[in-house]
């Protein structure tokens, strides 16, 4: 394998495209102060800490959600499937603050359990977040959430983990426009 | 699809386990104050930050891997292919501190141009990476390191992201020891 060194300015610059990093495409449902709902696509998202369980995902500070989140300190991280990947990408336009995105897309909201922000009912997992700690990189934001509740998708739940990522087929994004669905699975060694 | 409420005390329990959520499979290596090299798989991790590119990833602190960031503040992710999925759970083992776990893997150790742990020869791409931040929850650390110098395959560099991919075969893990390898992708619409 020869390598080979190269600059790498920012993680979306032509190179920072290259690497071969992936993160898992999640839908953030978020409210505003006025009670309007917004819906966005994000992929820097990972398990933090285990025990409690959060979340921390990473988020441009011109974007809604994290303007919502900033405001109103909750959201919830609904994991779609393929099945709807067009509805989920449709929800990353920019559209003005006043627009609901899930009406954009066909998605539907369906009341939280705990938290303001809806739940996406498309979506066979919804993890309902309380903010629970904010970095600040310039106009970057990673955004730790405390999950609080969770509803899962009963078939889901009760499948085996071969027949739940069939089922589900969650994506992985891979930089330049592209994704995987992850619906085979292989046994670590 | 009927959904029900499910209580999640942490993302390690049963119940966390069967959450469909994806984390990249990579390997951290680190170097002791004694000069002992230290490898280990991580699977929670994320690009926190796109500019400047910043990486964070979670990690136990009674790992080594914790212990030596805390003690050099210097690492190297190193991203394998699926082609050395043996090697890479190989690392994981729970060795005494003095154990150089590249070596029992069968892994190759090559010196990093600029930070002090080597980058391992057989993964396709190594972020040389400083200590930035970070965030301490009880015996849990997330880490956050600056990429200050990157190293790639010559061929895996030049390819179409589509034959990237399918060269490298980076992989997610599931949970419940389970993992996908990405090779084939698909366009967002």
């Known amino acids: ?43 820097e998202i990972m398990s933090a800490v285990s025990n409690p369980p959060i979340l921390a995902f990473s988020c441009n500070l011109a974007h809604h959600t994290a303007q919502n989140i900033l405001e109103q300190h909750e959201f919830v991280v609904n994991i779609p499937g393929e099945d709807i990947v067009e509805q989920a990408m449709e929800t990353s336009k920019d559209y003005p603050r006043k627009v609901n995105e899930l009406e954009k897309a066909g998605l539907h909201a369906v009341p939280s359990s ?59 994004t891979t930089g330049e426009y592209r994704y995987a669905p992850i619906s085979k699975l292989k046994k670590l060694p």
């Open 1 to 43: 394998m020869a390598k080979i060194d190269v600059e790498l300015e920012s993680f979306r610059s032509l190179v920072g495209e290259k690497l071969p990093l992936l993160g898992q495409l999640v839908i953030v449902t978020t409210i505003s102060k006025d009670g309007v709902i917004n819906a966005a696509v994000k992929s």
């Open 114 to 172: 705990v938290v303001k922000p809806p739940r996406i009912a498309e979506c066979p997992v919804n993890l309902e977040c309380k903010e629970e700690f904010l970095k600040l990189y310039d106009d970057e934001i990673i955004i730790f959430g405390h999950v609080v509740a969770v509803s899962i998708d009963e078939e889901v739940f009760q499948a085996s983990i071969e027949d739940r990522f069939r089922i589900v087929r969650p994506m992985v």
